[in-house]
């Protein structure tokens, strides 16, 4: 058993040269909270999804060949934060692929938190948009 929190793993599926919109709903989250490093005892921890005004969402996924990056919108109202992915994102793989990414929130007042992380799954076929 860890003690540590363990963000949520999660795959996105993406098509080679295709656009596509992901939305990642924190509606009912209400479970872990984010860890609070330091040598201050009063320190209390934050819960997690709960995302101050002028929080940035960021997405990498990166390996050898590819690296994607793509910032995120929230939507205090739905709770939910898309992400657009391009066909440029993905227009140089040529072989079927699945990319480790990583989401992370950046909080207004500094600390950053890995809220989600996966594998992007790259399908390398044809262009299914013309």
């Known amino acids: 058993m860890s003690v540590m929190w363990t ?3 999660r795959e996105i599926s993406l098509t080679r040269a295709n656009n596509r919109d992901y939305f990642f709903s924190f509606e009912d989250m209400n479970g872990p909270v984010a860890p609070i490093f330091g040598n201050n005892p009063n320190a209390s921890q934050r819960p997690l999804y709960e995302f101050p005004q002028g929080t940035a969402f960021k997405l990498r996924a ?3 060949y590819s690296d ?3 910032e995120g919108a929230y939507d205090p109202s739905r709770r939910e934060i898309k992400f657009s ?3 440029e994102d993905t227009l140089s793989i040529n ?3 699945d990319v480790y990414y990583e989401m992370d929130a950046f909080f207004p007042d500094g ?6 992380t996966g594998v992007v799954s790259v399908m390398a076929t044809r262009n299914l948009n013309g």
């Open 111 to 116: 600390s950053r938190y890995t809220i989600l």
């Open 68 to 70: 994607i990056r793509k």
């Open 7 to 9: 963000p949520p793993y």
């Open 62 to 64: 990166k390996d050898e």
């Open 95 to 97: 072989k079927d692929r």
């Open 85 to 87: 992915f391009l066909a």
